[in-house]
Each structure stands twice: as C-alpha cells, then as structure tokens.
C-alpha cells in the first residue's frame, strides 16, 4: 500500500504564476481533506471532500484557489495566481469515513515556493 | 471557537528522562483529542488517540477536562522518540481537525 500520494513533491514558481497540485488517496477512503502548512504553524484545513462533494470549504480562499474530486477519487487543488504568501507545504489526506474522526492518513505534501 | 495550544517549540530531553509534551484546548463542548507526530523525513501520522485510550510506543494522555488539558507523557524518553508533534482536537458536529502549532521532540543521548 503505497498510501496518499501527492505530486509534484516541490515547486518553485514566480508570483502570479498558476499552479496545480495532485493527490491521489487510498484505495477505498471515502473523505479527502487538503491542508495548508505554514512555515512553523500545524496543519489547517482548507477543504474536506466526502465522494465528491466539497462538505467544508469555508477556509478555502476561493479567489484564488480552488479544488475538484471528479469521480470521488484524485483531487487537485489549484491556485491561480499565486502570491508570495502562498509559499508553504500543502497537504493532502485521506479518511475511511467523514467527520473528520476516522483516522487520517496523510501525504507527504507538496512544498511550494512562490517568488 | 476551537483553540489548540502548545506552549512549547522545542522540548529537549536526555535519554531515560521523562518526557511530557503539552497540550491544552479551548472548545466549550466535548472534544475528541489526538497526538500526530511527524518523524524526520516521514508523513504525519496518528499517534493516538484519547477514546482509545492506549499506549502506543510508551506514550500515553490522559483527556483532562477540568484544566482543558491533554498532555503526552512518556515515562522514558529514546533517541528515536526525537519528532514533531502536533496536538489536534475535532469538535462536534461538522467541524474540521484543528491542530496547534506542534513541538519539536529532541532526545538528547
């Protein structure tokens, strides 16, 4: 099992710039979150998909981002365009059932630099 | 509002000591409360959590409600204990997994 799975690994990009991230969950889980993590901050949701519903997207900044599940398994998560503060480690996981009390298993995540 | 706090950055300790990482939590209902930890160079991952109330390798916390407090405790640090963690609580209802700021393990031999 090769657990979540996340790609590109790093990014570097200049500001203004579009970028899209890739995640692909485990076999069978059902929820899919994206978090982003700031430089010496915990994680923060910015999305939870049960399927491919977006059931909490309210910390999603939607001028900018956006995310899509298309047939409830990979999701991308895109930003355009991207600004200097965006530079972090976006995060995805996945979970057997919503909620957000099954246990999550997470990706390695996406570095991004933005300069 | 939920609030998860670590208070402490970074935590060194030697090797055999006890270690307590500390958490408390801001959250007017009843919590669920986890401990994830990041190892150099590997995801983060559930250590535990309080409803089952186990030991996973040596560690243990105990849910405090009454000091709102939920703090890691391991009787004898070791070298590979070394590690992120991060507090996380989830509220009731459709609310998200809100994690503090983490702590910073380093076992000192």
């Known amino acids: 099992e090769a657990g979540v799975v996340q790609s590109p690994r790093y990014k570097i990009i200049e500001k203004k710039q579009p970028v899209v991230f890739w995640c692909n969950p485990i076999?069978?889980?059902?929820?899919l979150y994206w978090y982003l993590q700031n430089l010496g901050q915990g994680p923060e949701l910015l999305i939870r998909?049960?399927?491919?519903?977006?059931v909490d997207d309210s910390q999603l900044p939607k001028d900018r981002f956006s995310a899509e599940r298309l047939k409830g398994v990979d999701s991308t998560l895109k930003i355009q365009p991207a600004e200097l503060g965006d530079s972090a480690v976006y995060l995805c996981?996945?979970?057997w059932g919503g909620g957000g009390t099954d246990t999550q298993y997470f990706g390695p995540g996406t570095r991004l630099t933005v300069l | 509002a939920q609030r998860v706090t670590q208070p402490e950055k970074l935590l060194s300790v030697f090797k055999g000591a006890p270690v307590e990482l500390k958490c408390n939590y801001s959250?007017?209902?009843?919590?669920?409360l986890f401990w994830y930890v990041q190892y150099s160079r590997q995801r983060l991952q559930l250590l535990l959590r309080?409803?089952s109330r186990e030991s996973i390798k040596g560690f243990t916390a105990d849910l405090n409600k009454g000091e709102t407090s939920f703090h890691l405790k391991k009787p004898f640090a070791q070298e590979e204990d070394s590690a992120m963690y991060y507090c996380?609580?989830?509220?009731?209802?459709?609310?998200?997994?809100?994690f503090g700021k983490g702590t910073r393990l380093s076992v000192i031999a």
């Open positions: 959250y007017s209902g009843s919590p669920e």
């Open positions: 076999s069978g889980h059902n929820t």
């Open positions: 996981a996945s979970s």
């Open positions: 309080h409803i």
């Open positions: 998909y049960e399927n491919e519903e977006a």
């Open positions: 996380a609580l989830k509220g009731s209802g459709n609310t998200p997994l809100v």
